[in-house]
């Protein structure tokens, strides 16, 4: 490359090793720090956040950014110089174009909200937060105005979390698999009893479970000598770098979902751990200043926690283990009996503990009232109401309270309205790669039920996570499929495991 | 104040916040980071300390202190507003001294000096080492040129541990105890039979260990809500705030050198608790850009570790803890003979495992043979003869090889020379101040027999941790003592503990 474009270069991986810095405070603050910590750490993140948007947002950087793409002109639009410069140029459009004054106004209200928001839940009362919410969506309204959008304000919203996706297209995509899913809860809820849920009551030593789950993820390929596994309240994962990638899970000796947290969390993991060497601490990784499309992130946990970690394969190899680590628990449980109760589908309030069938429905009660709210067709005051109704019409059940209502998720609170819908398409997305992994490797489900992981985390690293954050997600999924994001693959995957489970 | 004191004060105190990130980053490099993790880690410390580097040795900042000093006159000289803008001053002077190139070759250097040392070790073969320390010598006086001195190049390169003490002082008062030491451990050697130290050999389980280790730092006041305790290969304390203080320790199951470790950490850890609010995170606070004295620091260590954690009336109060920490192992053991066996005097090559008495003789070793480097008396090809013949003079021994002798400390490979003499000017600090708490609080070593350490705390709170680096080692101990830094009060402490010990 020219000298121009190394002068951009150096200082975008300046500002992506800030960013991995701030992720490891960020992951200490989860995992490590005493309770005492709480006003230094907050100290540390504002200095570094403030230093690194500065140096990002200053003159500078559009120089070099114009000065480089004169440079790399020509070069192969999907390399990564042109990426770099094209990513430098659409977060730097896209970060100057809050004013400093609006920025701070959001944070501060962010932080207000979620004391609010907080406070509003153990009380069961969403008045003590309605306020609040009325003035972030407000100020959401006005961000939307400040970024642009071409058809809904809610592109703009949407688009920090998935860039290049419009709100028409989630719109369509939603609208096209919500009946063909609240018709399989229906057909499910009538067969209920077709599933024993008994084998997942009792009491599992937390010792015992972290040391399954890590054997599990070991075995799925998790690198620990480049990376870890703590414990945390809320489970994430820190991609600090391709060789220190950090997972957490919580544990509770009451049931097992220590396992699912810690297998969507290596999903993620091998995802970091995969990157290229030559985009690893570089703009186009997960440090960079932009965000990565998050439907793709979330396509690698929930393929790793779904189609893999709650098959019928994988139970194969891994159920014997299961039955070592929790001795008498499952001695007398055949093979099909724990994988039905592990499987259980039931329509809850909460979305975080929903099944496969039921998640991309609470995700849709969400979009669709966001929207709504964006649009100005519903007011934050009759949001509980809508709410609830909405719950009754997708799930049939109605919250008896906010809190496990309206209430339920800390999002809205700092101000994140848009990034609900990536969970689901990270639903489809996991399932459209997964089917182009078996459609390169027919013998890949026969691989998982051995215990044999890496066909399928060679395929996700060539055609996946080497890339970083490149490609959006429309790209990487048109490159991958030859189609667009399409819930076809997914209700159909549904239909015929739930179908056979369940005797539909 | 007024704003350009203010504006002052917040670009150092960002500057502050940012060294706290880098303390951070070492204390999880050093106890959490997987293998994997070096190279990003060392890409995030570069980016960090030359972004600080550069704000700090911005000419910007010298208006600002220039402005602010103007503005400030006529404040109380020891206040925090005129203690800053003096710290800034010098501080900025200091770090302007050097130029980047040389800054970079230096820094280059010490990544060599460190490999060529380790290898040399490894092979107990000075030669290995010797050209590269030959180029170290150099450029530290070099070094010392640039930044300037008064009398002796070695000032410059001392001060940059020890602000404000010259080479002269510190040959003074070591020339001035030198002799009471050496004839104290020809004593002990003579009546060598009467410690008995078998009661130090048998198997302590490591995690009987921890639990003693954490009972006996809690009891001495350090506050795991405003901190933790981890393991690290080189014990170390990270005062990243006065609420997040990180000490560490190491454990080996065949002897209690966990429990010196880790009382010698939280003497640090104290220290740092102890900061005044004003000072926390300030540039007066450990975390701002020059350095505290670092025997103000180590005085606090050996407080603790020394004065308290191997004296008889802290056994009074911890032996029968110990005796049920490690059932069967000091059963019929009485306490003055584990109280001998805890304390036993043997001259040994190795620095960092000796006792109180020899420890400032291997310290006088190291300083004098720094001082006849600079001064350009003694050649580097020389070093190891002139090192095995001061162990025998001094310490009555002489060095096998070289990996026990002159290649024993990991220091000069990484160009810190001026430094040793810190950690005997600490020892000496740490019996002056603790006799001037005793001074004040007679009943002090009553208390401490009956596990009751706060009167000391308290006192070293308000006359020592408050002030964080507010105050040089002369100027702090003038205000504590009334006198200069002196070698009697540590030579009466040795001679009269050990002169009972060993009945001399």
Known sequence: MGEKYDALRNRLNDIATVNSTIWTLNWDTQTQMPEGGFSNRSKQMQVLSRMVFEQFTDEKTHQLIDAAAAEVEGEDADGNTARTVFHARRDYDNATKLNPAFVSEMSALATIGQQKWQAARAQKDFSIFQPTLEKIVAMKLQEAELRGYKDHPYDALLGQYEPGMTTAQVKAIFDAHKPALIELVEGIKANAGAVDTSPMHGTFPIDAQRQFGLDVVS????????????????????????????????????????????????GHGLHGQGIHEAIDGTF?????????????????????????????????????????????????????????????????????????????????????????????????????????????????????????????????????????????????????????????????????????????????????????????????????????????????????????????
Not at 238 to 266: C, G, Q, W, Y
Not at 394 to 405: E, F, K, N
Not at 433 to 454: C, M, R, T, W
């Open 284 to 504: 186009l990784s997960w440090t960079g200043m932009g965000t990565m499309s998050m439907a793709v992130a979330e396509s690698q946990s929930r393929t790793w926690e779904n189609m893999v970690g709650r098959s019928r394969a994988f139970w194969q190899w891994a159920y014997p283990m299961l039955q070592a680590a929790f001795p008498g628990q499952f001695e007398d449980v055949p093979l099909d009996t724990f994988y039905g109760a592990f499987n259980r589908v039931q329509p809850s309030f909460i979305r975080v503990e929903a099944d496969e069938v039921t998640y991309n429905l609470h995700i849709m009660v969400r979009f669709e009232l966001e929207l709504a709210l964006i649009s100005g067709e519903l007011q934050v005051a009759d949001l509980p109401e809508a709410w609830n109704a909405k719950y009754e019409e997708y799930l049939g059940i109605t919250p008896p309270d906010a809190a496990l209502g309206v209430l339920q998720d800390v999002h809205w609170s700092g101000g994140s309205i848009g990034y609900f819908p990536t969970y689901a398409l990270g639903n489809l997305l996991g399932a459209q790669y997964f089917n182009a992994a078996v459609a390169a490797h027919p013998q890949l489900e026969d691989e998982i039920s051995e215990g044999k992981f890496d066909t399928l985390l060679n395929w996700q690293i060539e055609h996946i996570h080497q890339h970083g954050r490149k490609f959006d997600g429309n790209e990487l999924t048109k490159r991958i499929t030859g189609k667009e994001i399409d819930p076809a693959d997914y209700v159909a995957y549904l239909k015929g495991k739930y179908g056979a489970i369940y005797g539909l």
């Open 219 to 266: 075995g799925f390929g998790f690198d620990f000598s480049r990376g870890r596994q703590d414990v945390a309240a809320h489970p994430f994962c820190a991609p600090l770098a391709r060789d220190d990638v950090r997972i957490t899970t919580r544990f509770k000796e009451s049931n097992l979902n220590s396992l699912l947290a810690m297998m969507h969390e290596a």
